[in-house]
């Protein structure tokens, strides 16, 4: 097969199937999660709300939350070239304001803390961008994703059926 062949089953299915149900089992856990998220996401700017959660789920590897907010992120306007730029963002930096690298930059340290915690430079350059509250809702923007991220991919949820709202 070529790259401009279409495979010969069209039909899409998970190589792993889902683990659980996990906001049916856990129904209240998942709504204090949402809850946390739509406290966060109310002192950030949505679009750089999206860009926040496509790349903390790029690098969690979340392929059901990068499939929804990717899908978000470009339903509300943002350009594919910047969402598919965010992967390489310290090599395609023209592409973002200072606000929006700041926020990526923190986005990164706060998801990989295991690489040394999140460096006063980092930090400062975000406090430099945001005001405190601001940076006190980002903080839990990113701490949210990364909760979603992390029982994603424990649960194997499968990515390919999220479509954003109107």
Known sequence: MTMNEAPENTTLLPEHPARMDWAKLAPEAF???????SAAGRGVDAGLL?????????????????????KDALAAGESAERVI????????RHFYTAREVAAIELTEAITLVTDGFV???????????????????LVAAIVAINAFNRIGISTRMVPGHYTPSA
């Open 31 to 37: 709504k204090a999660l949402v809850r946390l998220d």
């Open 50 to 70: 999206h860009l926040v959660k496509v790349r903390a789920s790029q690098i969690n590897r979340c392929a059901f939350c990068l499939d929804m907010h990717s």
């Open 85 to 92: 730029q965010l992967g390489a963002w310290t090599e395609a």
């Open 119 to 137: 460096p006063d430079e980092v930090y400062a350059r975000a406090a430099e961008q945001f005001d405190e509250t601001e940076l006190a809702h």
